[in-house]
């Protein structure tokens, strides 16, 4: 590819009218609670921020987080039950119109929550505009404590609801309406659709999503604890990314629901953003990530996706935006013709056998350790060598005793002994790519194009032929 | 805890006394982890299959399992696998030449380089075990009524009278000396192990019924008789003996110490008198051991002469490494030839010394370069050149067969010529480490409850 001659432009349009220096904002959330740290954000180089929830003030419960943390990495996913704002809405109000004033280039969104009442809406939008907000963004998506009282996610779970208010909005607002979605919903399109029939400018997807983080198993208390006992909290961070992009996928193939979208969910380096763009968004915002590290983390965010587009030969966001879409198929259009199998490089095997218990225990048993001892029959289980390196007598290597110093004898090809670097069966190999990803060692198993004489036939064809077909599951 | 010997009551504890010097300047050469970094330790672990380091450690404990169960929380299921293999895993997770074994054997040698940090880990689930009273499980509840005597109270015979114990089987332990541990308790240097935590342990398996008589050393006829007439089977697990001796002129001078009596002596005989320049002769892990002590007791100067050169020296190589660090002195292919004493007469003076002639080719001839002879000036000179095994008892076992002075075994089972004896440790394999000793008595134990077992379906005794 190209590289293209000027440094990337990372500025954006979103829906039209909202000018971002770069297309990273920071989403409606604690990183966002007031005036002071929004201008901090600006100074470390976010885009954009999307003001913390504004309402009616309400009272937060302490605790109010939990997390999951996965093999030894704290906060692989973080849960939280908190509310909206807890500031009164005119100091709110006031600093919205501060920040506007000193930062005038950067995106300030408002994020806005209040009863299903149309005069309730109609007031809100006029003083969030009043005070400079270049966007609404409306919070559809709460799935705690709010949606209890009738907001929130009641709203963004019933597209009804949600189009009667995205209108109620429009009919005030003279800036862009974003609807952020709750992911809380058998299939987020429904409520998309709605909010593009009440008039939608944009989406925001997704919010955080319905859960439970785990016990304490002393007390037998759920986390977060809140005098000893808990309430179902809402899911984000790292973990939520897969299901933000698949929900971001759905929307933004679907004509009906297709709006500018900010995505959301789990971003947490330049790299997440850029699949978030090439699914279709305009922006993307982060939370978890800035609460966790700060808001210092934006620096490598925009150098890094410069960098990538500068490889690439991507001008700005647009130039590669909604890319891989097209890629995206249903399962019924893929290729059955196509194989793969598993290659193992021994050269960087270091002899762990992952792939081989993998392969046994979880895919299709072609995996085997008979480069030194076996026919190669496949028939030796992984129960046979654990109980053969149990029987084996090992002593403590003494030079003395043993007959002078122990070099290595015989010629190993590789650094690994090759009796315990694993073999494929590529006859067997059904491609599933297992192997590959427990390996943990960088391209170490790579999965390899092998060519069986057939024309690309997807099961939509295969079926229409009427040939006998193996069912898949 | 009861005792069910002459000992009754005695706390084993109390017979030892630690001069507050020693625990002062043996401090651990490597600390404890604490919980936070034992758990990113443990989470660094790949969970490798038929685990190269549980392989090449001779007690196969199932390495990746018990550092799995560090990192989920569960440190007495950890300790309990640990233990199944390995019953003095607490001891061997300190004094385990690692670097040669499981952590030598580590995939990440070839993946980022620095391997698994196991005996520290291991050391971790342990400490949390015995911090929490040490109770072990029994493998059967069955009582069988056959009865085992084990010769020696080291770490062979500990793993097999264990062993045999978690299995329902009676056993007994003669010791010669007064406390418990052989080497693992006297000789293991004092920075590794201590000698307390050495008995702590034992403590767990007297606590499981083992039976133990201390200072009854077996020697001739008549007790080999008598112990053969009372016992179904023996376990001959009484490692070396004395250490060998230079045969030059001076050695008979008092300050003239063999390695062990020295090691021995500021680990459990309260004797730390060390000389200010100290000449030790050997270039064995013993050798280094004693030279790293007498550092550590106050001499100023300790000397190490070997007759060959640094890479044909016995010690590992992380132990002479650490030696330098410590500033011990080497002189290769050098020779005591006497030892000078003072004009007392009762002290010494000096050791007298010649350079040999270097000599690669491995055989023992040894040839003086002419000229050589030098002196270093010294207060104390500590031998290490090998312990000799104890031919006197061995001979003495009916039917046991020796070879280069170690017992023959079986391998897989420990059984003797004599299949009424068995036998594991330095004494069958010459001298190596805590942890093969440990292996050959669970090796031996099993094989014996299987014999007894046996012989108890039939209602007979075992035939010799
Ligand atoms: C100075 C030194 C340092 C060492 N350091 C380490 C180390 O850091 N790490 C490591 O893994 N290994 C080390 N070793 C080796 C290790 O200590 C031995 O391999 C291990 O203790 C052998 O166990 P064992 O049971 O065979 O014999 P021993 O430990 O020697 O035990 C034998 C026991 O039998 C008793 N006994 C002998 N004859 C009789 C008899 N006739 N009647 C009654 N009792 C008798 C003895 O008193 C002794 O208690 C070291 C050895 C020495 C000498
Ligand atoms: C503590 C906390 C409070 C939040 N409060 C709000 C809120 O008031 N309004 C809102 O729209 N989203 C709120 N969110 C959701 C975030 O804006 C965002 O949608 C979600 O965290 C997913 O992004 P992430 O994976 O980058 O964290 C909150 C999230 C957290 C962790
Ligand atoms: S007993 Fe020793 S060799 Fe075996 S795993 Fe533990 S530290 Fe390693
Ligand atoms: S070889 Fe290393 S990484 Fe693999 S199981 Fe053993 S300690 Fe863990």
Redesign the interface.
Known sequence: MSKAKVAPDLSVMFAGKIYSPNPFWLASAPPTNCGEQVMRAFDAGWGGAVWKTLGEPITNVSSRYSSVDWNGQRMMGLNNIELITDRPLDVNLREISEVKKRYPRHAVIVSLMVESKREAWHTIVQQAEDAGADGLELNFGCPHGMSERGMGSAVGQVPEYAEMITAWVKEKARTPVLVKLTPNITDIRTVARAAKRGGADGLSAINTINSITGIDLQTLVPRPNVDGKSSHGGYCGPAVKPIALNMVQQVQSDAESCLPLSGIGGISDWRDAAEFFLLGCGTVQVCTAAMRYGYRIVEDMTDGLANWMAEKGFANIAAFQGLSLANVKEWKNLNLNYKVVARIHEEKCIGCELCYTACWDGAHQCIHLDRVSESGNGHTTPATYEARSRAAIAVTPIPKLDGGMSERVGAEPYATPLARIPRVDESECVGCNLCMLVCPVENCITMERIDIGLPPQSWEQRSALGIPVKVQH | MALSDGHAGRSEHALLQVRPEVAERFAEVHPPLGAVAA??E???C?????A?C?????T?IDVPRFIKKI?QDNLRGSALTILDANILGASCARVC?VE??CEGAC??H??NQEPIHIGLLQRHAMDAFFQDGAVLPKKSSTEHTGRVACIGAGPASLACAAELRLRGHGVKIFERQELPGGLNTHGVAEYKLRAVDSLREIEMIRALGVEFAFGDEIRGEAALAQLDKDYDVIFIGVGLGEMRRLSISGEQLSDVRNALEFIAGYKTGGNVRVGRRVVVVGA?NTAIDAARAAKRLGAEEVHLLYRRGS?QM?AFEFEYEDAKREGVLFHWHTQPTAIHATESGEGIAAVECRRVKENES?SSAMEFLAGSAFRIPCEMVITAIGQSPLLELLKSLRGVKLEDGRVQVE??TGRTANAKYFAGGDCV?????V??AV?DGKRAAVAIASVLEKANVRGSHVQS
């Open positions: 758990l990113a443990a989470n660094r790949l969970y490798c299959f038929d190269p549980a392989a090449a450690c001779p196969h990192s030449p040669v074994l995939v990440f070839r993946y064995g890479r016995a491995g391998r897989a394999n010459g001298g190596r480490e942890v093969d292996a």
